[in-house]
């Protein structure tokens, strides 16, 4: 039974096809499409695929985003679900003011670096790093808990919010340096220290709470980006998203 997993941001449409709904799947096909251009999946990429069985997403970028993304779902005979943010799912328990106000790409990444974890050896703390349109840094402690989350902007927002409040930064992509000379390399080095710095507070806030260190998982499209300039040991994990979403539908799957 084939399934795909799409994930909806604010930038980009990402979507994996993998032969069976459950963990450790194979994967068939992938992709990623900016969202002005979602029209382009039904008689695109899509055409060549052979059809899903199963359709289960996690989507942030808003109902008209969703109505557009439906619409190409529709050259196949499938009703696609959405994952929406619940207070408690494979094994996550959520700690969220409102656990459905938790944006759903948030909670399955986290569920993703959940099983990860546990597929590694013994339960620790776990840090979980996206880095999208904007960045999120996620605490989850050693029982699964989700105590709580930052967000901040991302790269692309932090620049722009600077050119459009200035006069003189309109300036090219600079490099990250320790001590920039330059305001094309000031501007870098501040956007990606500035995200660098909040993971390592948030890992630091998060080894004080359970009193072990701990892992950190780092994903989203700008996640390779940053990698090179983090203070804290984070693995790089691409697919957090779709592994999140392969051990939802395998737990879905299993009778109750
Ligand atoms: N090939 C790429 N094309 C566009 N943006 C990219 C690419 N690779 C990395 N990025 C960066 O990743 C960000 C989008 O990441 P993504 O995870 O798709 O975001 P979202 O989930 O918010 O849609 C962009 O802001 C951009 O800085
Ligand atoms: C924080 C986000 C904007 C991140 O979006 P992304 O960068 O992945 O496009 C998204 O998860 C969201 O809209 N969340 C809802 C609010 C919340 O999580 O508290
Ligand atoms: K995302």
Known sequence: M???????????????????????????????????????????????????????????????????????????????????????????????????????????????????????????????????????????????????????PGHGIMLRALESGTAGLHVPTGEVRDFPTNTSDALTSGGTFAIAGAVQRMWDNLRQHCGEEPVCYMTGGAGWKMAPSMSTRCELVESLIFDGLLEIASQRLQPA
Request: charged share 25%.
């Open 2 to 152: 084939s399934f795909l997993a799409i994930d909806v941001g604010n930038t980009r449409l990402k979507w994996a096809l993998y032969d069976e709904p459950r963990v450790g799947a194979r994967l068939l096909a992938h992709g990623a499409q900016f969202l002005e251009n979602i029209e382009k999946l039904g008689e695109g990429d899509w055409s060549q695929l052979p059809a899903p069985r199963w359709v289960l997403g996690c989507i942030v970028a808003g109902d008209a985003v969703k109505r557009r993304v439906e619409e190409q779902l529709e050259i196949w005979d499938v009703t696609p679900q959405w994952v929406v943010s619940s207070s408690a799912e494979a094994g996550l328990s959520n700690g969220y003011d409102h656990p459905a106000r938790l944006g759903s790409d948030r909670w399955v990444a986290m569920i993703g670096a959940r099983q990860r974890l546990l597929g590694q050896g013994r339960p620790r703390p776990c840090v979980v790093v996206m880095v999208g349109t904007a960045v999120t840094v996620e605490a989850i402690d050693t029982d699964g808990r989700f105590l709580g989350g930052i967000i901040l």
